[in-house]
């Protein structure tokens, strides 16, 4: 008993404080002690411990102490290392007393809702909902939407509610990706729910296929950006429903949008403005808060499609639905056909925020601090990347058949299938397998993990492991879905080198001279067999391009399925450039005999000699060539397949151009590098 009141009398924070004041008063030592802030922390987990509630319960109060006081001891050694624990300490001491206190988080609560009306303060939660656009607009034109985002400060995880991404890859191709929600745990990981991605061709199925004006911003002082020609295009077919107007079923046109006045600008206080404001009331703030996400939710393309899908699957019965209800892949390709018709960012905001203007904001003397001190980017990307690996639990990625078929006859067919009676009957048969149709890819059980070395010698390397990998063949509009290949799973290494990292052109190999240009002349002259001529052929062009590679790796494992449908489409699809290619040589052995000034006899021989030459390749060709005699024999090594156990892989270089990343003159302008 006089051992638990002597540890209570020495926990007392009342008795620390007074102690602490009173040596702090009569001598020099403690003072410096004080301002740190090492012993306020100290009082308030001493003040936690009395009312039996403070951070860190697992651990034992008095080695936390000595582990204070420890680091104490050896940040006071150095003037920058004093002040940068002061910085923690001061910080770490209101996070004590709002995980400890409860009269503190309803104070931080309330007063934050004051100052900060745009914010929602939930308990321990901070929400932001009606963000602003991400405008993409580098290399390509995109927009990507973030729904809503809440912070949790007790689990110190991110959520956002509804992700919308959609990048105008070409004038012909748009890709659009959507998931309803991920979650970043800090130093633990990232996990992604459902992710579908709709690969959209032509100019009826994309959303930003005709782009009004130049994306390009010429103020790059502008933070919010009205009415911009992404967020127009965006806002045409999109869903402008409200949490005000959830019972109106028409989607109305924004009329800010299209009432073609010129993009207008607005300043970041005017954009906070527009954001949901929140009731200092608690309880009103909570109902509110899950309204609004339950209102995201319900409102998600993703959730509207397999609601669709479900209430199809159950009218439907057993026997004539045309997939299984039960299996959650299947689901999820039908779910992705049903998402193929909708506009990419179903969701647009009134505002956006464009890269090029975040690329900015950083002032000058910030950008050339990290430029010269490019060794702390690698100190910060190597713990984010280690404690941070991605967990997707599904990828499923839709093609139009459609926008197939007309790929296929703008590059393989062209006018041939008019010409030829031949050709028109197998881009019949071609046609007929992809028109009604959309193509659907499935990744599940995703894992993505990357490793940013500190020391620049070594190159980043990226993971991806695939659990199971399929692909469907679906027809939206009977809602039929169809397994065309199956895989036992598949992964993919990347590894990028590390000097293109930014700031990082110090790293960059030296551009090609003229000696090493003859040198790997002279390799290519000397090479012995064709392999190492091929291989000295490629160091040698990529010399004269200043090019660097991107290794990758992509294996797929065995045992694998095919249906035999799609073996007789792929078996079509040979003869069929088969057939176009000997047309095309046709072409070009006649126009070569044209532009001849030759005998008349000595033509007209080559001319008897090329029709018989053309009669018996065609022979062959409807012979040999045999399309369904192809789709049997492949049908037989296929089902081989079905019981192989192994890997099946291709390794390979991506080219890089180094141009962009040489900069002239960065020594003059930031300086030597001071940290490489």
Known sequence: MRSTRLERTVKDPIIFATLTLLLAIFYQWPRRWLISGQPLLQFFILAGDVRDYRVLPSFHLWPLFATLHLIYAICSTSWLLYYVFAAICYPACFLVCLFQFVAVGDFARKNSRRLLKQLHFIDDKIAFFDIPALEIDTEVDGLMILRGI????????????????????????????????????????????????????GQYEMTFG??????????????????????????????????????????????????????????????LKG????????????????????????????????????????????????????DDNAVRAAICSQLHSKPSVPHPPQRSIKVTTLQNLAPPYIRGFMHRLPMLLRLLLNPLSYFHPVKISSITATASGRWIDSMLVEKVFLDY???????ANLKKRISSWLSDANFAVGLSGITGIASVPFIPTYDIRCQLVFDDVMSYRALPAQLDLKQVIRLGGAD??????????????????????????NDLEKQVDEADGKPKVMQAEHELKQAKKDETNVKISVHARLPACFDQELLD???????????????????????DMEEQEVNGIVRFGKKVKGGLK???????????????????????????????????????????????????????????????
């Open 492 to 517: 993919a290494t990347f590894i990028v080198p590390s000097f293109l990292l930014p700031h990082h052109e110090h790293l960059l190999p030296p551009v090609p001279s003229k000696d090493l240009k």
């Open 614 to 676: 053309d009669g018996v390749k065609r022979t062959v060709v409807g012979g040999v060539v045999n399309d369904r005699w192809i789709a049997k024999m492949v049908g037989k090594v296929t089902r081989k397949l079905e019981t192989a156990r192994g890997e099946v892989g291709y390794s390979g270089d991506l080219p890089v151009p180094l141009g962009v990343y040489r900069t002239e003159g960065w020594v003059e302008r930031e300086g030597e590098k001071l940290l490489p």
């Open 569 to 591: 489409f792929i078996a079509a699809l040979v003869k069929a450039t088969k057939v176009v290619e000997m047309e095309k040589l046709k072409e070009r052995e006649e126009s």
């Open 275 to 326: 954001m949901k404001k929140l009731s200092p009331d608690s309880e009103e703030a909570n109902g509110r808060y899950q309204k609004m996400v339950k209102f995201i939710e319900e409102t998600n393309c993703i959730y509207e499609a397999r609601q669709y899908v479900k209430k199809i699957t159950k009218k439907a019965p057993g026997e004539e639905r045309g997939f299984d209800s039960t």
């Open 150 to 201: 809440t912070f949790s400060l007790s689990t110190l995880s991110f959520v956002v509610h509804g992700v919308e991404v959609g990048i105008k890859l070409s004038d012909d191709m748009e890709l659009a990706i959507q998931s309803e929600m991920v979650k970043v745990k800090l130093f633990r990981g990232i996990e992604i729910g459902d992710c579908f991605a709709n690969l959209k061709g």
């Open 210 to 271: 005709q782009l009004e004006g130049s994306t390009k911003d010429a103020d790059g002082d502008a933070v919010f950006v009205e009415g911009t020609a992404l967020l127009k295009a965006a806002s045409r077919e999109g869903d402008t429903r409200s949490l005000s107007s959830v019972e109106l079923e028409t989607v109305k046109m924004m009329n800010q949008m299209t009432d073609g006045s010129p993009p207008e600008d607005a300043m970041a206080k005017e954009g």
């Open 417 to 423: 299938a008019d010409q030829d009676h031949e050709i």
